[in-house]
């Protein structure tokens, strides 16, 4: 008898703990089976506006919405030209699983990690959420809740002149502890084109480049890629593909002769862009879409470098997310009218202010000073400074250049730069000849030279410490930056490992050179081009990092000159380097366009990449000229045999004798072009003709490696 009244007992005390606890733990698994669609017959565009209900208006601008369907209409009263949120026919693709329709016909997607699985799932608001709406007349709340996994997403639409708007404010995103959100897309079919469609998709990915619709390309590799470029605190075990970045936020749709430019006002630092054309992306559709990071995710391996493990910080990005489309309507929409339009942008919003491009360099020179170098002191290895170019040297390399304006920047030129550690003291290394020598220097190059102080990677001295100043991983580990082996793309285990600064140091660095510099100009290097976080107890997001650096750039009182910098540092630089002159060149591209040119030339003066750093010299020079680049080269003094096992020993094509003859090749064009914005760009089969505002057309002809141009006096 005692045994069966103890054993009813356990029974029960075991449904009462389930009753208590298994709710709260357990996470849904997704749906399989798709709700009832009521948007799964072919219909017309103008049969679905006739149902849906216009929520905003302003002079230029209707927005329509379809509740029970999660389906926005924006009506450009101009032309009555319709672009959707989502496809009206999406129900219909017999190219989509049920779950990519939902995905397509929702205005929200969420990717969220479970912990309990370690494992990321998605959700869309079209299946998984009851949608509320209400409206202050302005603009539009629409409240995605997504109750079965405990989170909720408030999203707010307006009307512009001509864009709508689209925000979530931080705090407006909540969820359970068990359902962390990992990124969320919203309006992320918002323009997509079908298969029987003509256009295409500029995406900013180095100099820029085109996807046209249904290119056929179905086994090529989507498009995704950070806006500016992967966090480097997620180190790689092997070396990534050379690529170029998104430096610029935004992508555009073209179709119909009507265009959208989306452009990411806030959350830029944490998105990502994703293209895909018809198949390829598992439907019909071409579409292009942005994705903000919520909680940062890791990988690492235990063992073996098979099945890595995941794991998402439990800390939110306390960041806000607006992203704006731009609708623009001329009859004869062109990569150029669209550039312009962020152009606007830049000036009107960002407030960058044009500067005078007639009285920007021809040429950058870019020096390199000196750098750390094993050698064998008494049988025993020490590392020791060794001096590639000297002040003197550099003043020898610069003289013998014949164009008149030069801008010389010169890295490694201090002690702490040369040992790799923090770099803000502003004094010139003894190893490269001292200070009178340096001061002679910057006479000599009129006030055009430009110290570097790049600050990414560090070694432990200055006060700063690895253990306290390295920015962490999201995995808890310390972030490092290796070298990786030329021939097999492995982390070189021979090689000195440094530190990732974490960006809560950039404020007192910062304020350190604006004491210390020697000169009114400073050269930022790369440090406005790289973007990463730390998820450490200095927790710091990538969107945290850009407004530390902007803050310190704003109090920073110098001539700033910057490596391909991002688009939020543009309003305080005076002139850029390393502007790509191509894209990635991935498969699913169809060819480059040189957009980031077309937005800034005649605004602020830039250079291409070092022309002697190609591998097709020819090519590089000729692009660079066309686009209206100032050239720009990598130098050292020192034989190139000298960089060998340093650090510098990628700058071995350094050595270049041919720049007076790239010069007077390509001067009459640069100088002619100077401060002109490009107003045409036609892609040809070989090459490609190119238009400036004063009339300059030039002609490449890539097959050949030669350039014609007109109205230029030679």
Request: charged content about 25%.
């Amino acid at each position: 008898m005692k045994r069966y009244i103890i054993l009813s007992l356990i029974v029960i005390s075991l449904l009462m703990i389930i009753s208590v606890y298994g709710y709260e733990t357990d996470i849904p698994a997704e749906e399989t089976a798709e709700s009832t669609d009521i948007s799964s017959e072919m219909r017309s565009e103008n049969d679905v506006l006739e149902n849906m209900e216009c929520v905003l208006e302003n002079e230029n601008l209707k927005l329509y919405l379809k509740k029970d369907e999660d389906l926005f209409a924006l009506v450009n009263k101009k032309n009555n030209y319709i672009w959707w949120s989502s496809p009206v026919n999406a129900g219909c693709d017999e190219n989509a699983t049920d779950a990519l329709k939902s995905e397509l016909k929702s205005s929200l997607v969420i990717s969220y990690y479970s912990e309990n699985s370690s494992s990321v799932s998605s959700l869309k608001s079209a299946k998984d959420a009851d949608i509320s709406y209400s409206s202050d007349g302005n603009s539009l709340t629409a409240e995605y809740d997504f109750r079965k996994y405990g989170i909720n997403v408030k999203a707010e639409y307006s009307l512009g002149e001509d864009f709508i708007q689209a925000d979530i404010l931080s705090e407006n995103i909540s969820e359970n502890k068990n359902c962390l959100v990992c990124g969320i897309s919203i309006m992320n079919a918002f323009g997509a084109a079908d298969s029987s469609e003509n256009g295409y998709f500029i995406i900013p990915d180095g100099s820029g480049a085109v996807i046209n619709f249904n290119n056929g390309k179905i086994n090529a590799k989507q498009y995704s890629s950070m806006v500016y470029g992967d966090d480097m605190t997620a180190s790689s075990e092997k070396k990534a593909a050379n690529s170029e970045k998104i430096s610029l936020p935004l992508y555009s749709i073209v179709k119909n002769d009507n265009a959208v430019l989306a452009v990411i006002r806030k959350g830029d630092a944490n998105a990502t862009l994703n293209s895909a054309v018809s198949i390829q992306s598992s439907t019909s559709y071409n579409k292009a879409y942005f994705t903000f990071t919520v909680h940062e995710k890791d990988s690492y391996y235990i063992g073996s470098e098979e099945n890595p493990i995941t794991v998402c910080n439990n800390k939110k990005n306390n960041n806000d997310i607006s992203l704006r489309y731009y609708i623009l309507d001329d009859n004869d929409i062109s990569y150029c009218n669209i550039a312009e339009k962020y152009r606007e942008y830049l000036l009107s919003e960002l407030n960058v202010s044009a500067k005078d491009c007639l009285k920007s360099p021809d040429i950058y020179i870019d020096l390199y000073g000196g750098a750390l170098k094993k050698q064998s002191v008494l049988g025993i290895p020490v590392y020791q400074k060794q001096c590639f170019t000297s002040f003197s040297q550099a003043q020898k390399l610069i003289s013998d250049i014949d164009a008149e304006n030069k801008a010389v920047s010169f890295r490694n030129w201090t002690d702490d730069g040369i040992e790799h550690k923090t770099d803000f003291s502003g004094s010139p290394s003894e190893t490269l000849s001292g200070k009178t020598d340096f001061q002679k220097l910057c006479e000599y190059t009129e006030n055009k030279l430009y110290p570097v102080s790049e600050n990414i990677s560090f070694s432990s001295g200055n006060g700063y410490s690895r253990l306290s100043d390295s920015a962490i991983r999201v995995s808890g580990s310390y972030s490092e930056i290796s070298a990786y082996d030329y021939a097999y793309g492995v982390k070189d285990k021979f090689r000195k490992k440094y530190s990732l600064l974490s960006p809560s140091a950039l404020s007192r660095i910062y304020d350190e050179i604006s004491e210390n510099y020697p000169s009114e100009n400073i050269s930022l290097g790369k440090s406005l081009s790289v973007l990463y976080g730390d998820y450490g107890k200095n927790y710091t997001s990538r969107e945290d990092m850009k407004n530390i650096i902007i803050n310190c750039l704003e109090k920073l009182d110098m001539n700033i000159l910057a490596e391909n910098p991002n688009a939020y540092a543009l309003p305080y630089i005076d002139c850029i380097t390393d502007i790509p002159v191509n894209s990635s060149r991935y498969d699913i591209f169809d060819y480059d366009i040189p957009f980031y040119q077309m937005v800034l030339h005649g605004i602020v003066p830039y250079s291409c990449e070092p022309v002697n750093s190609s591998a097709n010299t020819c090519d590089m020079l000729i692009k660079a000229a066309a686009y209206g680049s100032a050239l720009n080269y990598d130098l050292v003094y020192s034989d190139v045999s000298e960089l060998k096992n340093t650090e510098a020993d990628i700058y071995f094509y350094s050595n270049y004798s041919n720049i007076n003859q790239d010069y007077q090749l390509a001067k009459d064009i640069i100088k002619a072009v100077k401060d002109c914005t490009i107003t045409a760009y036609k892609p040809l089969e070989k090459g490609f003709e190119i238009s400036y505002s004063n009339n300059v057309k030039i002609i490449y002809d890539g097959k050949n490696y030669k350039m014609t141009d007109s109205n230029i006096k030679h």
